[in-house]
């Protein structure tokens, strides 16, 4: 191996990052308040939504929009099995039942068809659905297939900032779209959360039930004309985000445009030097409509966990994106192996899925070794 390696993933911090948190040390108030306030307000508008509620994580974010929805206990929930293990868990915590939906080969996210088929299995109460590396899911057509309103779905937009169909970005008319600033996402802060919504009246339940439950958080209660008293009127959880937080996602919130169109970048390299090579079967993505937010560059490989191995040793860190659902152990023992086993295509596929470096701090140079090093491990099995 020659040069230095090149890491899976690289947080990048906007310039102002330091100065907006020492600002919010120094003005003696840390947690949920005024910066909480103005990063919703910024995300909305980024998003073009007309709620955004910032928690801690887009898997609480998850939990308080089912939650919110009030569903009733033990409800089925559709959710992709080729997803983030905490997207299961938030279905599990809520008191729901995760029921699994397969992916298409080609885009690896479900399809009407997939959704209809699962929908068939059991009357669904409600959906999860995701955008897989940052590709924008056709919510309405899942929607239908599912035979669910749309007040009963739920986009995992952990991926998906930057994303767009049809000219909507992903989250700008959702119902519920959960993102997530977690370290290695698109937008990172180290660890946060949100929830888009249309609806006022669904964001205000989120946005009490993001803090215990109660009718008032403590930044109302100490404001000067502010209220001792609350009440709780639903059981909520503690998950809201800190105001330390909010002004890190406020700096870079800035930053995100140019680092989208790094990603972009960065994909077109990748495909100039990997498309058409034997062996090698990329996800459809350039499909008409669709702006994708390039959190992954996601490829399909035989003899994957081999090709892992001479990655690495060649200095080069990859992922996958997802070990499924069903094949992790606590899901195979809460759902049972009939329902593990409904996911035929999401199993062969999800042997085959490696992601490549995909970062706006990645040079053209780490690139290229990338490039030049898988090149070389696919060539390699002729
Ligand atoms: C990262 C991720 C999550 C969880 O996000 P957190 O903010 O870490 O809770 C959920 N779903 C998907 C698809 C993810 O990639």
Not at 28 to 39: K, L
Request: aromatic content about 6%; overall charge negative; charged content about 20%.
């Amino acid at each position: 191996m020659t040069g230095s390696s090149v890491p899976f993933t690289v947080p990048s911090f906007a310039g102002e990052v330091p100065d907006a948190v020492v600002k919010v040390l120094d003005s003696g108030w840390v947690t949920t308040g005024p910066q909480t306030a103005g990063f919703e307000q910024d995300f909305a508008d980024y998003l073009g939504a007309a709620q955004v509620v910032a928690v801690a994580s887009c898997t609480a974010a998850l939990e308080l929009c089912l939650r919110a929805m009030e569903l009733p206990p033990g409800s089925a929930v559709l959710t992709p099995s080729l997803t983030f293990c905490g997207a299961i868990n938030a279905i599990l915590h809520a008191g729901h039942r995760p029921v699994l939906v397969d992916i298409d080969e080609d885009t690896l996210v479900p399809s009407p068809e997939t959704v209809a088929a699962a929908a068939a299995r059991v009357a669904p109460a409600a959906m999860i659905v995701q955008n897989q590396g940052g590709y924008p899911v056709d919510v309405a057509a899942l929607t239908e297939a599912a035979g669910l309103d749309r007040t009963r779905v739920i986009e995992d937009a952990a991926h998906g900032p930057g994303a767009a169909r049809d000219g909507a970005t992903v989250g700008s008319s959702s119902f519920a779209a959960c993102f997530s600033f977690y370290a290695t996402k698109n937008m990172p802060i180290g660890e946060g959360g949100a929830v888009a919504s249309s609806d006022q009246d669904f964001a205000d339940r989120v946005r009490a039930m993001r803090l215990h439950g109660m009718s008032k958080d403590s930044w109302k209660r100490y404001m000067p004309g502010g209220s001792w008293r609350y009440d709780v009127r639903s059981v909520g959880l503690k998950a809201n985000m800190t105001d330390i937080q909010a002004s890190i996602g406020r700096a870079q919130l800035s930053a995100l445009p140019e680092w989208q169109r790094r990603r972009g970048e960065l994909v077109a390299r990748y495909d100039a030097s990997l498309l058409g090579s034997p062996g090698l079967v990329v996800p459809q993505r350039d499909l008409e409509g669709i702006q994708h937010a390039w959190h992954l560059y996601q490829v399909r490989v035989q003899e994957r966990d081999a090709m892992i191995a001479e990655l690495e040793k060649a200095g080069v860190s990859t992922s996958v994106h997802f070990i499924p659902a069903n094949q992790m152990t606590a899901y195979r023992e809460i759902l049972g192996e009939d329902e593990c086993a409904a996911v035929p295509v999401t199993d062969r596929v999800g042997e085959e899925l490696l992601s490549l470096p995909l970062y706006p701090g990645l040079s053209d140079e780490l690139q290229d070794r990338v490039v030049g090093a898988f090149t070389e491990a696919l060539r390699a099995r002729g």
